[in-house]
């Protein structure tokens, strides 16, 4: 059977006795770690380089300002992660604000609030931001998302750069696009924009995406064409499976990888990582509400369900689950389950747990990333809350 950590050490269980359950903890000394570790390799880079903290992964506002507090920028895909990063302290020439269904009031929400850059992804939405832009008698600036047709070996549901996705202008279709762009009065094209897809663990695809951009480089400057940004995307995995061995993601070989770019003088670098900035820091805690025997399998039933973690039940995630409360005895394997009407609401199938009683507390591991933030009120269920530590 598999071997789960009997510990929990570093969990502060004692006060966890005194939160209503299921909520999300976060350790912010692991937020903290990761942000100093991932800023160290970053300035390794020969160029100027941003991190845009992709929102998505997690807008809760306290951890958006400590994120905002080192330095950050902010990836944000839709008016409501604009305004939750002005609120958190994020700077608005640090922002990007990408997605390929942007309403016309998020647009002008984002010239506004002077978001350093639009990521563009197809050529409707490139006029409309120039017509918006023209109506406000400002000037856009905008990156075109290119779908460079690399696939990231990740679930299928997060593989984004593959010709078959929705996201991104192809390749191919490049040239017009950028010929267009340079002709619209109201849009100042800085940049050129790619994420290959989330969860990738294999940085090869990286390796390639790095050849397809020293040959774009190449081919513009060739027309006398410069651009002012490179934007790489985010996409770097971490470590389901042991998050105490592994708490911190590879950021030395992952900034590594992209020192095969051949950016020119005065280009900048941008990426956009989520997973590897969050994933890490937080739990989701729940509590036992009932242990129940069936014919062939036991079940743990926990008061947290598909409406508070997701992950399992969308993408047959993997999320280390442990007893924080009965650390001693042998392993039973359980089916550990939420509480929410639908068969998919499963966490783990066989789990090896000591013997588990109601009432014990139990951690889903590496949940900061698109944990809380995809968390949804289906049968009426109330959000969960949280706790930093
Ligand atoms: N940039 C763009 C344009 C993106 O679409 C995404 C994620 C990111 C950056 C950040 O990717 P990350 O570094 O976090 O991998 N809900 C899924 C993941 C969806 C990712 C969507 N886009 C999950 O729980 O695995």
Redesign the pocket.
Known sequence: MENVPRTNKGFPVEAFERQRTPFYYYDLDILHGTLAELNRCMARLPWPCTMHY?V??NANPRLLAEIAGHGLGA?LVSGGEIQAAIHAGFKPALMAY?GVGKADWEIRLGLECGVGCFNVESVPELEVISALAAEMGCTAPVAIRVNPDIDAHTHRY?T?GTAQSKFGIPIEQLPQVVDLALTLPHVHLSGLHF?IG??IIDLQPYEMLCDTINALLDHYESRGIHFETINV????GIDYSDPDCHAMPDFEHYFGTFAHLRLRDGQQLHF?????VVGACGSLISRVLYVKHSRDKQFVILDAGMTDLI?PAL?E?HHLIQNLTAVDGASQAYDVVGPVCESSDVFAHDCPLPVTRRGDLIALRSAG??GES?ASSYNQRSLPGSYFA
Not at 233 to 236: D, R
């Open positions: 992709a998505k992964a990836d990408s997060i984004t994420h989330s969860q995307g985010g996409g770097l956009e990582l989520g997973r590897a992950r993408y995630a990333a698109y995809m």
